[in-house]
T-cell receptor, first 114, second 114 residues
């Protein structure tokens, strides 16, 4: 069965420190991978995506993610966190057989301390 | 360029009632997907509409139904509401011809069932 796992429920990071959020997936076909961010009471905003090609992808707001097929992972990183990055982050996966149906992880809540 | 819009923003219903939620896709998009996000969880796929037909369906009962209109807007209907239907309902739109599987989300409708 297809699944997406975000092992960390909650991460607290100091402002200016680096951030890494983990995502592991279990998919039979070639996956298309996404990271979304959700601020309290808001919808989802797409941070970045991976379809093919360069395994290190750049997104908005200074985020990047690296696709590692051997580890079935797509971890999100940011070198220096700002207080405005406090939010919930979701990893999502689809593939050509699922035709736009996204499967989401349970999310990781990021708290930024001054 | 208007993004995905949803209405209403919030609503409160009583168990057993019926509810209709509405979604207008991003300009140029032809596909609408609906997701349910319970508190503290990732979004769960309900169904997807393309060319006014339901193309895919997640693991939701028949109480959940939908419709897509010729202008690509969509409705989600839920009959015989249960307390467990309380959630944030997200609409996402995409363009099948683009082949990139990107979905853009609206702000959501917060449904509370009492």
């Amino acid at each position: 069965a297809q699944s997406v796992t975000q092992p960390d429920i909650h991460i607290t990071v100091s402002e200016g420190a680096s951030l890494e959020l983990r995502c592991n997936y279990s998919y039979g076909a070639t996956p298309y991978l996404f990271w979304y961010v959700q601020s309290p009471g808001q919808g989802l905003q797409l941070l970045l995506k991976y379809f093919s090609g360069d395994t290190l992808v750049q997104g908005i707001k200074g985020f990047e993610a690296e696709f590692k097929r051997s580890q079935s992972s797509f971890n999100l990183r940011k070198p220096s966190v700002h207080w405005s990055d406090a939010a919930e982050y979701f990893c999502a996966v689809t593939d050509t057989t699922n035709d736009y149906k996204l499967s989401f992880g349970a999310g990781t809540t990021v708290t930024v301390r001054a | 360029d208007a993004g995905v819009t949803q209405s209403p923003t919030h609503l409160i219903k009583t168990r057993g009632q019926q509810v209709t939620l509405r979604c207008s896709p991003k300009s140029g998009h032809d596909t609408v997907s609906w997701y349910q996000q319970a508190l503290g969880q990732g979004p769960q796929f309900i169904f997807q509409y393309y060319e006014e037909e339901e193309r895919q369906r997640g693991n939701f009962p028949d109480r959940f139904s939908g419709h897509q209109f010729p202008n690509y807007s969509s409705e989600l209907n839920v009959n015989a509401l249960l307390l467990g239907d309380s959630a944030l309902y997200l609409c996402a739109s995409s363009f099948k011809g683009q082949g990139t599987y990107e979905q853009y989300f609206g702000p959501g409708t917060r449904l509370t069932v009492t």
